[in-house]
């Protein structure tokens, strides 16, 4: 199975460099013939770039989310985007239509896409740190992304 | 497993909106777009060397990377004072004609697009992409992904990587053309003019030809009359890469026309108590409130604005599609803010023809792209046209080339006082008392500030993908009555 491992995030943004941050921690673990390992930082369109031709891709990235607290880590598949189509973007599609988009136009996306997202608390200030809560979940997710490798590989 | 559901407004907490309050009347009292303003990026820069800028700078937005990597790569010439040879320039401008084409478009058939070819009041879960390729067919839907994977192509070739390119250095670039990636650019540059030609024919058909959207344009709720900057090269046509930066005022005239490096003569920027972002204006006609008109020092850059500030594009087919579009709407300058969405599609053409011409200047696969600089560093201006606006970098070092002071002026700010007050226009001429605030009516307001293709601020999460901008209408009791979200 032609495996992506994507990780997304701002580098320079404080806690929305998480996602990089784990797959640089993957890089140093996973066997590289059976596993692309990607670090980038872009959505909507970009994404469906990236993923196509992959028969399954695990996401590492950032959230927010209401209740949320920082180090808290979701697993999550597309479906639990029931976002809005509201084109009120400044710029690009989210997720959810771009993967729709994607499958309209009859691109070869994975058949199975999973996410890790990690609640997050400061993205707004430009810092090469994350918070301390977030920190300390890069571990974690870095051995819920082994399992996940491991489980149907 | 236990499902999940993320509710996208969640992502907003601390994130873009707008808010509009209504009188006793139940008319506009005011309203007020509010942006998340990343903080600290002076601080963060200071202390670092300046041949990392170019690097660094293309993470602050998920957006336009090859914009603030484009300007900081021009600081940078000017910082070292090095200037590139001339196959070093057409080959920046290669990778940044290439990188507008993709921009654009995204622009055009995600956002703009849909309000026109699904019409401002369907339904929300119709006005956007999907619906739109329902609607005009899956192939042009490929043909938008196509369009945009082929340039993307020439900026990986060039930039040596698909996202945040290691391209611009000091007097040059690190990468030339062999003859065989030479031909591929001519190709992709072909395949775009067609392109260009395709969305211009799309526009005339499905906007042009209605009246309705040609009355909406020019209707009052969408105009403002202000000034306009854009980058000129020496004939005054327009130019994204380089140049001198042209004000042209609300009658169209020339206002000013200055070197990068003499910046904060004509610029100066605007605070308000309730919005971290500042708000740029004309120095010397001075800040008089969000108010249009000569007098005010209110400007507007982005497409439109660059059309109005040069005398002419500077390719044959986009000078005849401008010649067209200020002949439909009755001369220049344009103060119509949707035609901004008209004035994007021309500067497509323009970025392709600008592609086809430099893949077939004979010097552009020799091997001198990079003139090393001797000189001691100091401070350095660059000014590029993002798509969405002028974008200003700014550095300040000491003999080693550390950052002792960077200032940037992000291109979306330049818009932000025009943004606010079309925001408010168009919610002042479309909320009357009696008549129900409806979902195709917030939808409505929301074109005001869509044609700006703003870059906000944000983190790049693809969760879930994009920071929507919602909006909330409040009565005179401050109580919220309708929102869109």
């Known amino acids: 199975m032609k495996t992506l491992v994507l990780g997304l995030g701002n580098p320079i943004l404080g806690d929305d460099s998480v996602g990089l941050r784990v797959t640089r921690a993957l890089e140093g673990v996973l066997n590289k013939e059976q596993v692309t390992i990607i670090e980038a930082s872009l959505a909507g369109l970009d994404f469906l770039d990236l993923v196509t031709g992959y028969d399954r891709a695990i996401i590492i990235d950032a959230i927010q989310t209401r209740e949320g607290k920082a180090g808290q880590v979701y697993r999550l598949e597309p479906e639990a985007f029931n976002t809005t189509l509201h084109a009120a973007s400044p710029h690009d599609v989210n997720f959810t239509t771009a993967l729709e988009l994607g499958k309209k136009l009859g691109l070869a996306l994975p058949q199975q896409i999973v996410i890790f997202a990690i609640e997050v608390e400061n993205v707004t200030s430009f810092s090469e740190e994350c918070t301390p809560e977030v920190e300390r979940a890069i571990p974690v997710v870095t051995d819920m992304v082994m399992a996940e490798l491991a489980t149907s590989s | ?485």
């Open chain 2, 1 to 485: 497993m236990r499902k999940i559901t993320i509710d996208p407004v969640t992502r907003l907490e601390g994130h873009g909106k707008i808010e509009i309050f209504l009188n006793d009347a139940g008319e506009v009292e005011n309203s007020y777009f509010q942006v998340p303003e990343l903080r600290g990026f002076e601080k963060f820069a200071e202390g670092r060397l300046a041949e990392d800028m170019p690097q660094i700078t293309q993470r602050i937005c998920g957006v336009c990377p090859e914009a603030h990597h484009m300007a900081s790569t021009k600081a940078l010439d000017a910082l070292f004072h090095v200037d590139p040879s001339s196959l070093a320039k057409k080959l920046r401008q290669i990778f940044y004609n290439a990188f507008y084409v993709t921009d654009h478009v995204t622009h055009f058939y995600i956002l703009g697009g849909p309000d026109f070819i699904m019409g401002p009041d369907a339904p929300v879960a119709e006005r956007n992409i999907l619906g739109v390729i329902a609607k005009v067919g899956l192939e042009l839907g490929g043909a938008v992904i196509n369009i945009r994977m082929k340039n993307h192509h020439i900026i990986h070739m060039l930039g040596g990587r698909a996202v945040h390119p290691v391209f611009g250095l000091p007097g040059g670039v690190s990468k030339g053309l062999n003859e065989e990636e030479r031909q591929e650019v001519e190709q992709i540059a072909r395949d775009s003019v067609e392109f260009a030609k395709l969305s211009l024919q799309v526009f005339d058909d499905i906007v042009l030809k209605n009246k309705e959207y040609v009355d909406m344009i020019v209707s009052d709720a969408y105009t403002h009359r202000t000034y306009y900057m854009g980058l000129v090269d020496e004939n005054n046509k327009v130019n994204f890469y380089d140049g001198k930066v042209r004000v042209v005022d609300p009658e169209g005239k020339e206002f000013a026309k200055y070197a990068p490096r003499e910046y904060l003569d004509h610029v100066a920027e605007h605070v308000e108590p309730w919005t971290y972002a500042k708000f740029p204006y004309l120095k010397k006609v001075g800040w008089k409130g969000f108010v249009d008109g000569k007098d005010s020092g209110v400007f507007r850059v982005a497409p439109l604005a660059r059309l109005n500030a040069a005398d002419g594009m500077a390719t044959p087919l986009a000078q005849e599609a401008y010649e067209k579009m200020y002949s439909t709407l009755g001369g220049k300058p344009v103060h119509h803010t949707l035609a901004m969405h008209w004035a994007r599609l021309i500067e497509i053409m323009q970025a392709a023809e600008e592609l086809l011409k430099l893949s077939q200047d004979p010097e552009i696969t020799s091997p001198d792209f990079r003139t090393i600089p001797t000189a001691t560093p100091d401070e350095g201006v660059g000014i590029v046209e993002a798509p969405r606006g002028t974008l200003t970098h700014h550095y300040i070092t000491d003999e080693r080339a550390i950052i002792k002071k960077a200032n940037l002026i992000v291109a979306t700010l330049n818009n932000m006082a025009a943004v606010n007050m079309s925001v408010k226009k168009a919610a002042m001429a479309l909320i009357k008392p009696g008549i129900e605030i409806t979902e195709g009516l917030l939808n409505r307001i929301e074109m005001a500030w869509r044609p700006y293709d703003l870059c906000l601020a944000c983190a790049t999460h693809a969760l879930p993908g994009s920071s929507p901008v919602p909006i909330y209408v409040y009565n005179s009791k401050g109580i919220l009555i309708k929102s869109l979200s």
